[in-house]
């Protein structure tokens, strides 16, 4: 499939005897939203890392962007957008400062910073609040913003590690507000998460249980599947 962004066979990551990822399968296709669920200590920062090229498998093979994670880490890392769980912002730095570091970091030029820094304050809102430090914005807005600078250089593919961990229910609606925008305009998200809720927001989804892959499909057809209304009992029925 030439549309593929992510492609991942038999994956594995052990440490010392034991094996954190087991042998792990899928694909994910370009403009999807591709959830990667389980419970804390299932696996799937592990997995994620390996992706993102901050660790080496142990086995196995995936490609993203149609580049080998054992060989072309650095290429890869400087192709893909990564917003970890603790939000990569720096709280001494303003709004803006945060905006035109992380656009340095990615190589972009003076001229496209400032263009970049203009537009993500524009769209988030934030021109009042541009020369705020991050440290007083409430956490719906810092949560927005790392999603932003993970994207300013326009990567094919955005990778979130938890992005909406310890917020409430409607800066979480909030959020995946902004993923789907960022997904309509061909952007392939894939996003790891422990709240069931948001499996129901993902166009198709794997479930991590003990480091394997214990379910994978679409929402529905995983409901259907296990024959449940909700995600929640679709995990439960996985994890008995």
């Known amino acids: 499939m030439s549309e593929l962004v992510i492609d991942v066979n038999n994956l594995t990551k052990k ?4 094996t954190a990822v087991d042998s792990i399968s899928f694909y994910v296709k370009k403009g999807e939203i591709f959830g990667f669920l389980g419970a804390n200590g299932a696996g799937k920062t592990t997995a994620m890392r390996m992706l993102t090229g901050l660790s080496k498998p142990t086995s196995g093979q995936a490609l993203v962007l149609g580049l080998d994670v054992n060989s072309s880490a650095d290429r890869i890392k400087k192709g893909i957008g ?10 001494d ?39 705020k430090l991050v440290s007083e914005l409430p956490l719906g807005w810092k949560q927005r913003l790392s999603f932003a600078v993970a994207m300013v250089h326009d990567p094919a593919v955005v990778f979130l590690d938890e992005p909406t961990g310890g917020v409430d229910p409607h800066v979480r609606r909030q959020f995946w507000e902004t993923i789907y925008e960022q997904a309509s305009r061909g952007k392939t998200i894939f996003v790891t998460t422990h709240y069931m809720d948001e499996a129901e927001y993902c166009d198709r989804l794997s479930i991590m249980v003990d480091g394997k892959i214990g379910a994978m499909g679409t929402p529905g057809e995983l409901k259907e599947h296990y024959s449940t209304d909700t995600m929640d009992d679709v995990f439960l029925k996985l994890v008995r």
Do not use: P
Request: hydrophobic letters at 35%; aromatic letters at 16%.
């Open 15 to 18: 440490f010392n005897d034991f």
């Open 82 to 91: 990564y917003m970890s769980q603790k939000f990569s912002l720096y709280n």
């Open 93 to 131: 730095l303003t709004v803006k400062e945060n905006i035109r570091f992380y656009g340095g970091i990615y190589g972009l030029s003076r001229a496209q910073i400032k263009s970049k820094t203009e537009e993500i304050l524009e769209e988030l809102s934030l021109k009042d609040v541009a020369k």
